[in-house]
């Protein structure tokens, strides 16, 4: 009675509207927080999922299994470190999986909550999911390739590497311009103190306009960007968030890049 109390309760007026929250506050943690705040003493006797599990590992492990490998890269990119935490069994309960196995565990009155389980609905069989680094080798791949056309002495290649430097720093700026909006101009807390924005710095964009108009100073920002850059290779796994690993050839490439363009706009002493 009292979860019916609760579902009506929640269905009418404003009720019925809430800030949507995929991490904290959504379509399940609803249906979570109505069913253990109706039921006062009930607890979860057993850990629904292994120490140290993160709201990341949750969400890659949908992904992973889902054979979304881009979704989880892209969204790799923007959340930031508030999904790194270690998380307990109410806070793993906003994955749909997750709250039927803390139903399924939940003692409530010195007996099992769930009488009996039954699946009412079964859905296709799910596809075999894709090896989850490919995204790793195929940025891999272009990366080697970039640095191997870059090593070159071809007009082509002057051209070609040229185009790839623009395209580089405005693709990285605009990355930055986008976690930077939602760190600041949204209320996903999810999205904040995102590291990230270390490699794919919002100035990039800027400076990708400069690029061939050769200003003095481009050396000096290619140097700085340069030591932030290695500084952050030189960190990544010690990091308090879990950065993709399909990255990591960007970055390095992209370190590269900063070096070879900090020499080449050095002026002569």
């Not at 003692?107 to 090896?131: C, E, H, M």
Request: overall charge positive; some cysteine.
């Amino acid at each position: 009675e009292k979860i019916i109390d609760a579902v009506i309760f929640n269905s009418t007026g404003d009720n019925k509207f809430y800030i949507y929250d995929g991490y904290s506050d959504n379509c399940t943690t609803r249906i979570k927080n109505i069913v253990y705040n109706s039921l006062q003493n009930a607890n979860i006797t057993t850990n629904i999922i292994p120490d140290g599990t993160t709201k990341r590992d949750l969400m890659h492990y949908y992904l992973e299994n889902g054979s979304q490998l881009w979704s989880e890269l892209g969204l790799d990119i923007i959340v930031g470190s508030a999904i790194d935490k270690k998380i307990s069994n109410d806070e793993a309960m906003y994955v749909p999986e997750f709250f039927m196995k803390g139903l399924n565990n939940t003692v409530y009155k010195s007996a099992p909550l769930v009488k009996s389980f039954r699946s009412i609905l079964n859905g296709n069989d799910q596809q075999k999911p894709t090896w989850k680094y490919v995204p790793l080798v195929i940025t891999s791949i272009i990366c080697l390739l970039i640095f191997f056309v870059s090593t070159l002495k071809t007009k082509w290649s002057y051209t070609f590497i040229k185009f790839i430097d623009a395209l580089l720093l405005y693709v990285t700026g605009l990355l930055g311009i986008l976690i930077l909006l939602m760190w600041f101009a949204t209320d996903h807390i999810e999205c904040k103190n995102n590291f990230n924005i270390v490699w794919a710095l919002p100035s990039n964009f800027i400076i990708a306009f400069f690029l061939f108009k050769k200003p003095a100073w481009l050396s000096s920002y290619f140097f700085i960007v340069a030591i932030i850059t290695a500084l952050f290779l030189a960190s990544w796994f010690w990091l308090p968030q879990q950065i993709n690993i399909a990255l990591l050839p960007i970055v390095i490439l992209l370190l590269q890049r900063y070096v070879h363009l900090a020499n080449k706009f050095r002026r002569p002493a």
